[in-house]
């Protein structure tokens, strides 16, 4: 029984999540993010390689992960998320254990991991082909091994919670912030006797776990250009309401906030809930003090969410508050311990409408790829050209999303290319300089550009623009939300 209970703390919390984040799961359409992570991952591996070399380096490990994974189960939208899925109930798991260990209770460390499925941003992000969930999951395991590490010293522990660190750090460098978080906690555990032999112990795994991250680094400086200059210095509002965005729903913030402060205000459960609110804590705003100073700027809510397992971790700890004052009340464990895991019906309830508007069609982009690639699909003949919006709109990836989506009978040659993404190693095709010169004889031409306008040449590059009036008349103009589809004919 004892065996039972001991692993039904991080189990139980590990499956449901996994239940939860596959509710739906291929429902939301792709955005464009998802469709780089598509495009990226499809490639050969030398051409995945290349592409890495010239952008998007800070996502190459998730685009290897994807590309090993839809080598074996294939692209569809639920497949290509799966990975992250599982990444966010080994999340849970960990923050679980966490819980546990550093409340000595297996209420806190049950509702913890309970919690951590209540957020709806853990569902939108365990519903996404990106990193965010496995970093999730990463920053959670090393928070596990470093407690670990800090309580019986060992090469093994160390390895583990630097390995943790590596893979955090290789999938997206902003969650080595984590580190300022965890900087308390290593402190506070070298304050015992016999135990300081962890100050030197601790920067020793931390550069074992940073040094594999170097290239992404090199790589990332280089292009921060490409990936980031769209980014602006956050203001204190940004971070005043970061915690919103971070948790999705300020109803459920406010209940995590609740529990939390039942966890601080406990003198039992005082010192860890101070540990464990730095963890959720520092990182961002450490984060938000870098991207203020620095010429680069990092902050944005999804880069943030591993955080998240310490805040639930942190939150755990008032349900087994709730949990240890009702055995004080005399109250059987038997009923002690789902009285005080009810408190996670309150967040999960709260959180429910949100969670129901994460799982519809639209709720990942307002820009409908596949509403365009069904119009181009209908009215198809054998022959078409597509132009797709390019040029300064190329971060949109309308052209790569209309391959995913149309069927494999449908493929109009895509007029004003020079080189496809994949000859380029690049997302994005290298375009003619004389848009008139790559024409070629097509009867009829597709365009997709983006916005609702009655101009099928809305937002093209000018040089696009004036060859296609001049030589071609339109047939017929449709929309979908954001973007518009037409249909040219040959004058």
């Given at each position: 029984m004892r065996i039972v209970r001991q692993y039904a703390v991080w189990l139980v919390p590990s499956v449901v999540t996994l239940v939860v984040c596959l509710v739906g799961i291929g429902v939301p359409e792709l955005w464009r993010d998802e469709v780089s992570s598509w495009s990226a991952s499809g490639r050969s591996l030398g051409g995945l390689?290349?592409?890495?070399?010239?952008?998007?380096?800070?996502?190459?490990?998730?685009?290897?992960?994807?590309?090993?994974?839809?080598?074996?189960?294939?692209?569809?939208?639920?497949?290509?998320?799966?990975?992250?899925?599982?990444?966010?109930?080994?999340?849970a798991a960990f923050t679980a254990l966490t819980a546990e260990r550093m409340f000595g209770s297996r209420t806190a460390g049950l509702g913890a991991g309970l919690l951590l499925a209540t957020v709806p941003q853990v569902s939108r992000y365990a519903q996404e082909a990106r990193a965010y969930a496995?970093?999730?999951?990463?920053?959670?395991?090393?928070a596990w091994c470093l407690l670990r590490a800090l309580e019986r010293p060992g090469v093994g522990r160390w390895a583990g919670y630097a390995v943790?660190?590596?893979?955090?750090?290789?999938?997206?460098?902003?969650?080595?912030?984590?580190?300022?978080?965890?900087?308390?906690?290593?402190?506070?555990?070298?304050?015992?006797?016999?135990?300081?032999?962890?100050?030197?112990?601790?920067?020793?795994?931390?550069?074992?776990g940073v040094v594999p991250t170097l290239p992404v680094v090199v790589l990332g400086r280089l292009q921060r250009g490409r990936q980031l200059s769209w980014l602006t210095a956050p203001t204190g509002r940004e971070l005043r309401f970061v915690w919103?965005?971070?948790?999705?729903s300020y109803q459920v913030l406010y209940a995590f906030l609740a529990l939390a402060a039942l966890a601080l205000l406990w003198r039992p459960f005082r010192g860890p809930a101070v540990l464990l609110l730095g963890m959720a804590a520092l990182p961002v705003v450490a984060v938000w003090v870098v991207s203020r100073a620095g010429s680069t700027a990092y902050f944005l809510p999804r880069y943030l969410l591993f955080t998240l397992p310490a805040g639930a971790a942190l939150a755990g700890g008032g349900i087994g508050v709730l949990g240890a004052l009702l055995r004080r009340a005399r109250v059987p464990a038997v009923a002690a311990v789902p009285l005080a895991l009810a408190a996670v019906v309150a967040p999960a309830a709260l959180g429910m409408d949100v969670q129901r508007s994460l799982r519809t069609t639209a709720s990942h982009t307002d820009t409908d790829y596949r509403g365009a690639a069904e119009l181009v699909a209908a009215g198809y003949a054998p022959g078409d050209g597509l132009v797709a919006a390019g040029g300064d709109?190329?971060?949109?990836?309308?052209?790569?999303?209309?391959?995913?989506?149309?069927?494999?009978?449908?493929r109009p040659r895509e007029m004003f290319l020079r080189e496809s993404p994949?000859?380029?190693?690049?997302?994005?095709?290298?375009?003619?300089?004389?848009?008139?010169?790559?024409?070629?004889?097509?009867?009829?031409?597709?365009v997709v550009s983006i916005g609702t306008g009655d101009d099928p040449y809305q937002r093209l590059p000018a040089g696009q623009a004036g060859a296609l009036r001049a030589a071609y008349?339109?047939?017929?103009?449709?929309?979908?939300?954001?973007?518009?589809?037409a249909l040219l004919v040959r004058r």
């Open positions: 390689v290349g592409i890495l070399g010239n952008v998007d380096a800070s996502n190459g490990a998730s685009y290897l992960l994807l590309h090993g994974w839809t080598g074996v189960f294939g692209d569809a939208p639920g497949v290509l998320r799966f990975p992250s899925a599982l990444a966010m109930a080994g999340a496995v970093v999730t999951c990463a920053v959670a395991a090393a943790c660190t590596a893979v955090a750090g290789t999938f997206h460098l902003v969650s080595l912030g984590c580190l300022v978080g965890q900087l308390p906690l290593v402190l506070a555990a070298a304050r015992r006797p016999g135990s300081r032999r962890v100050l030197r112990q601790w920067p020793v795994a931390v550069v074992a919103q965005e971070l948790f999705g709109l190329s971060w949109m990836m309308v052209g790569p999303a209309l391959d995913y989506y149309l069927p494999d009978a449908v994949v000859v380029a190693h690049d997302l994005y095709p290298v375009e003619c300089r004389v848009p008139a010169a790559c024409m070629g004889d097509e009867r009829r031409v597709w008349t339109p047939s017929e103009v449709r929309h979908v939300p954001g973007l518009t589809v």
